[in-house]
């Protein structure tokens, strides 16, 4: 399973997309928790400012073992990812490629002049990509 | 179905360049039958929407339908003869049968095809150019009434419809010429079957849409061999259509009469047509559509295919007919249709622009392209094609057009032509935006953060903020400059454009000469254009908070810009008092 989270700095999240619709409630939670970990790391690299991802957050719980993946663009919009730790074969690199894409297709968002940044997100191209990239983990 | 007699040909059979296809009697009546039905019995040829709602009717997929006009030799010749059609007819019911669609499958004997009930079309084929005819946004309540009638199923389509009506009239307010463009062409027109060809992979896309629903019933309408289009100045073209391939029925294909209006349109926004549109500019214009924000928001995802957050000519000619066919009443694809891609409409799009002699500039946005359109060009190996690069790109294109209204024997190639320039168009796209995306990825963050800065409705300001995307700064000259020296520096990175710059507008002179006449229309156009929007967005961007930036800088480069105009054009003098009026 894999969970996609894109969120503002308000912290609410524009974009939710889960491969497998059941136990999103848990996903979800999983995820605000996360979000004090990002903003911590956040704070704490001062100089730094192009963060191309973020440290795997190890929320490794003893029932449930999925990992959570944070990445933060300079405007303070995080993406937060959500995968199964069975699926052991993803790597760094594959998790980076994927932030990348996923900020990509948020800046093509982004150059549609009808896109309000703070609304949620509706672009079938960002759905598409989102859903092929999913797919791919799973 | 009873089986003709094992082999042994009867009366008729099919031939097709040699291919000599036997059918047995009840095989000869069914298609001769059918194909009567398809085709009205003066003419030789079966009627395109006809054959193409029969095959429908078979229930095949639609690229089994495609495979099999391919395979029957309408393609190649460009129409369904009585040949091509009983092909067609024996390989679909080898298609019913689950043989694979090749000639081979059909010299054995095969049940009759089977077709579900074909519609009556007759009543919709004689609603249809009335339908739309005139009108596009000032649109009589009748249209809305037919339009409701032909797509029972779209209840839901009729609220866009009908209130952006008459607002919208107001900038198309230019001659009633207009108005008929957008609506006349294909929607309505002969839809002919064999459009599905190209629409096909559209068609699938959307069969959960309800689109089957306007689509047969469009589809359903009559072409138009004759009865259609008092609209369509190109009757030799829509004949050959009909009767030949998907290529001109298609709804995403845009015609002369609409291309002359987007382009118009474009002027008045931005009289360079070279230059780009920005976001905010096309928002305001295209909100004044009054479609949905979401729908807006999806256009745009798909005619602003680089992705820069502005429209080029060919691009905003693809936005404003989606926009169109939206409001018409159409889904809007997932994808951008093949006929609405950039490259695709660069050659017919362009053919206003050859009067300013501003080819070889336009050239250079799309170079990959280009070339492919070169490559597949000379693929085509018609007559027309001259060596000359640019010369390629005005007569060729020239007679790209011309091909596709007149020679017959060049409807296939545009269609391979098509997926070339598709295939490869794909590839360029994707490959231009590879570019930005890697040239700039270093600094895509300060894009987000800038972006985050400013209000909503306004796009970045890249003028300021420079980096980032290069095709940014480009905007920011483009404002600035207004004139055709932007492209030159609109994809290599800004720095080296601004050399070239003063040089290049020193050489265009004599094509800013003829750029004048054009100018001058654009702004008799802006004024009696109720809406002070658009006329003020470039002619007085003063006026707009949001512009600030530009405007100084603006102005400030105006003055370096006027004078060299000034000094060279002085064949003009008439003109000269405009620009500064104009702008």
Redesign the interface.
Known sequence: QSVGFVLP?QNYPLYIRSVPTENELKFHYTVHTSLDVVDEKISAMGKA???QRELYLGLLYPTEDYKVYGYV?????KFVMVVDSSNTALRDNEIRSMF?KL??S?????????????DRI????FDNMVNSMMMQVC | MEQGPAGGSSAAAAAIGGLFVPLSETEQQRYSELFSRCCPPPEAAAGGSSVGELFRASQLPPDTLHQITEVCGAKRVGYFGPAQFYIALKLIAAAQSGFPVRIESIKNELPLPRFMALKNDTEVRYGTPAEFHGVKFQVPHATLEKNSYKRTDEGDKQEPKSPPMSPICSPPASPSTYQRIPLSYGYGKGRSGLEQQHGAPYEVRHSTHQQDGPSSGNYGAKSALTCSTPNRSLSVEREQQDSSTHYSDDPWRITEEQRDYYVNQFRSLQPDLNAFISGSVAKNFFTKSKLPILELSHIWELSDVDCDGALTLPEFCAAFHLVVARKNGYQLPETLPDTLLPEFLQAACLKPMRDCALFDSYSEPLPGSQQTRDFSRTEKSSAEEVPDNSALLQDGKKDDKQALKVSTTLKTIPKEFQHLTVKTAAQESNALRARPRSRSYSSTSIEDAMKKGEEPPTPPPRPQKSHSRASSLDLNKIFQQNTQAVRSGWLPPPPPALPPRPSVSQTEQPSEAELHPQMNRPPPQAEENSSAKKEVVLAQPPSKPARRKLRTEAQGLETPELSPTISVTSSLPAVKPHLPVQK
């Open positions: 700095p400012l192009v963060d663009t300079n405007s303070k919009v990348r900020h990509n948020y800046t093509d968002i982004m150059c549609n002049p009808f896109y309000n940044p703070g509706h672009s079938r191209a």
